[in-house]
């Protein structure tokens, strides 16, 4: 007679699984709240405590942590001397573990710490040859399924249901790890942020990345480099909810400028779009309408948009299909689109549609060097004017005040060197990317072709020299927000005084690499 060990905190499914393997003949042992709620539904059970002697102890937090338990598990019964062992000592050999955890990152403390669960489930996983290892309950019925089709599971079955249960345990492991490193207000609680072991930072002195693939992409960047999406283990994110609607698959480049077009986007209450080219906004703008919203996005640059990616923050009406359609754009990401907006859109076969959710954010940005990774918190835009300080004798009137808002949030988005020059909400002239911050002022003012007359000018990082804001005030710009802290601030603030131009100091750089 097969032994099967059940052992879970997350009994959903458990019943089905016992009745189902006491009907294939399996005899079932099993502790604590498994036990109970097997036996209350007439399965016969055996108590771990018949099985080891010794009733649990310690309050609970030694139950299963037996040589009868475990040399059941870990027993090779292709050595006969393992098997010969056994019949000295009368353990039976297990050969199915169903184990699932204390949900730990539901509410992190020290009682939630599984010390048990994660043994038995390391030994069956080790001991795969001879041990089936279960630790989810979407696993119940194909495991059930193969039992009753070939009476055994099969060496890759278990083989893979390994790979799973050490996952989970290193999953496991890595939450505990996480909250340890976080701070702590009370060192002493055993319930909430444990004491960090690094109190010189906020970022943790460790850091482990649990990723799976959740996207295969036709290739990375170039057609010569593969590439996929992934995504944190226990973690969903906006992509991940996304409703693709109409068009060809998504590649590598899509989803990279789609997800800088969608964080954008959402960073305007009003109704706003963006239009991204390259994973830099070519055109941005918020108007009452969606509509004109759209139609002002695509007007700042129109060169640029051809075959942009178009975030959307309100549902896609027919009027903004009408007018997007005529535009060749690789994707559109919206909240939702009209259905006749849906009819206009889908007529254009490679054209991708996403209603999504809203980005959820993270804390944490990382990028890959050689050996390892850069590490930082996401940046993130205030708009608390608190903080902010008019350093010229010209001061913004309410209009002017708008404007600079929306030009900062705008040219935080843009890679550095970054000009962003805006009027009435449209960003109409961006210089991205640039190795000198004139160079992007100049490619600014170019790109507005006088439409920035009577706007404003935001700079990422000072004006280290007074020949960029000289520059920008030859458009006929009557603002300009930037972080301010040059050694030539001085200079930079009398040039603006110089051409009555209002200038704020933000206090906050927003460098994008």
């Known amino acids: 007679m097969s032994v099967a060990l059940l052992s879970v905190y997350d009994k ?24 109970a709620a097997v036996g209350e539904a007439g399965i016969p059970v055996t108590d771990v405590a018949e099985l080891t002697g010794f009733p649990p102890i310690l309050g609970h937090r030694v139950v299963t942590l037996h040589p009868a338990v475990h040399a059941g598990l870990l027993a090779d019964l292709d050595e006969a001397a393992h098997r010969a062992e056994l019949d000295e000592l009368g353990i039976e ?13 539901s509410a992190p403390g020290i009682e939630l710490i599984d010390v048990g669960g994660p043994a038995m489930i390391r030994a069956a996983a080790k001991n795969h040859a001879h041990v089936g290892v279960v630790v989810d309950p979407a696993q119940y019925e194909p495991v059930l399924a193969e039992l009753r089709e070939h009476g055994a599971l ?14 989970a345990t290193a999953e496991y492991d890595r939450a505990i790890v996480d909250w340890l490193d976080l701070p702590s207000a009370d060192p ?9 072991v690094d109190t010189g930072s906020p970022l943790p002195v460790s850091f482990t990345l649990r990723l799976e693939r959740a996207q295969e992409l036709r290739y990375g960047e170039n057609p010569h480099q593969r590439g996929a999406r992934y995504r944190e283990v226990g973690r969903t994110g906006w992509w991940d909810e996304a409703e693709q609607l109409g068009g060809k698959e998504l590649s590598y480049l899509n989803l990279y400028d789609t997800e800088a077009s969608w964080r954008l986007v959402h960073r305007f209450d009003e109704p706003a779009v963006v239009v991204v080219k390259h994973a830099n906004p070519c055109g941005v703008a918020v108007r009452p309408d969606i509509t004109d919203a759209y139609m002002a996005a695509n007007a700042a640059d129109p060169v640029s948009a051809f075959g942009g990616i178009v975030a959307v923050n309100r549902p896609v009406p027919r009027a903004l299909a009408e007018a997007l359609a005529p535009v060749f754009t690789e994707v559109v990401v919206a909240p939702s689109f009209d259905d006749d907006a849906l009819d206009v859109l889908s007529a254009k076969k490679n054209l991708r549609l996403l209603a999504a959710p809203p980005p959820t954010g993270s804390t944490l940005e990382v990028r890959t ?11 993130r835009v205030s708009l608390d004017r608190s903080s902010w300080r008019v350093v010229t004798t010209a001061q913004p009137d309410d209009a002017l005040w708008d404007d600079l808002a929306f030009a900062w949030v705008v040219v935080a988005a843009v890679s550095s060197n970054a000009i962003v020059l805006a009027r009435e909400g449209q960003a109409v002239g961006i210089g991205a990317g640039q190795q000198n911050r004139v160079d992007s002022a100049r490619i600014a003012v170019t790109k507005a072709g006088g439409r920035a007359a009577g706007g404003v000018c935001a700079s990422d990082a000072f004006f280290p020299f007074r020949d960029g804001l000289d520059t920008v005030a030859e458009a006929g710009i009557r603002g300009v927000i930037q972080p301010g802290g040059s050694v030539r601030d001085e200079e930079v603030v009398a040039a603006a005084d110089e051409h009555g131009i209002a200038m704020v100091f933000t206090g906050e750089r927003h460098f994008r690499h």
């Open 12 to 35: 959903s499914g458990l019943v089905p699984l016992a009745a189902g393997l006491h009907e294939l003949g399996w005899r079932l042992l099993s502790s604590g709240g498994t036990a």
């Open 93 to 105: 050999p297990i050969a199915l573990a169903v184990v699932n955890l204390y949900p730990f990152s």
């Open 154 to 167: 099969s060496a890759e079955t278990r083989r893979r249901l390994a790979r799973e249960a050490f996952a």
């Open 188 to 196: 002493a609680t055993t319930t909430g942020a444990a004491p960090s």
């Open 369 to 379: 060097i050689d050996g390892g990774l850069l590490v930082q918190e996401t940046d």
